[in-house]
C-alpha cells in the first residue's frame, strides 16, 4: 500500500516557477514508477511527466518538456521517500489540479495512461495568472 500527498501548489504569474513535491509513506516506494498528471476543469486528465522505479528513465507531456523537470528521492531509511515537480516558464494553460500517482510496474507508453496507475494522491491546485 502507498499513500501520496501532493503539496506546493499555489498562485503565480506567467512566466513563474513551482516546485510540486509528492510525499509518498510505505516502504517500498523505491519500486515504484511515479507519474504527475493535472486535470483542468471540464478536461481530461492529462499526462504531465513520469519517472521510472530508479529514476533513470523519464518522459514528459508535449506540453510540458523542456518546462517541467520531474525527480526523485529514494531515501532508504524512507524519511524522504518524495516525487518532485519542478515546473519552470508556467502560462495560464499549465493552471490545473496536479496529481501524483504510482504504479509497480510500467513501461514508458503506459506511463501517459491514468488507468495504469494503482495509487493517486488527492492533488494540489496550481493556477497561472495572466
Known amino acids: 500500500q502507498v499513500q501520496l500527498v501532493e503539496s506546493g501548489g499555489g498562485l503565480v504569474q506567467t512566466g513563474g516557477s513551482l516546485r510540486l513535491s509528492c510525499a509518498a509513506s510505505?516502504?517500498?516506494?523505491?519500486?515504484?514508477?511515479m507519474g504527475w498528471f493535472r486535470q483542468a476543469p471540464g478536461k481530461e486528465r492529462e499526462f504531465v511527466a513520469f519517472i521510472s522505479w530508479s529514476g533513470g528513465t523519464t518522459s514528459y507531456g508535449d506540453s510540458v518538456k523542456g518546462r517541467f523537470t520531474i525527480s526523485r528521492d529514494n531515501a532508504r531509511d524512507n524519511a524522504k521517500n518524495t516525487v518532485y515537480l519542478q515546473m519552470n516558464s508556467l502560462k495560464p494553460e499549465d493552471t490545473a489540479v496536479y496529481y501524483c500517482a504510482a504504479a509497480i510496474r510500467l513501461t514508458t507508453s503506459q506511463a501517459i495512461s491514468p488507468p495504469e496507475y494503482d495509487y493517486w494522491g488527492q492533488g494540489t491546485q496550481v493556477t497561472v495568472s495572466s
Open positions: 510505505g516502504r517500498t516506494f523505491s519500486r515504484y514508477a
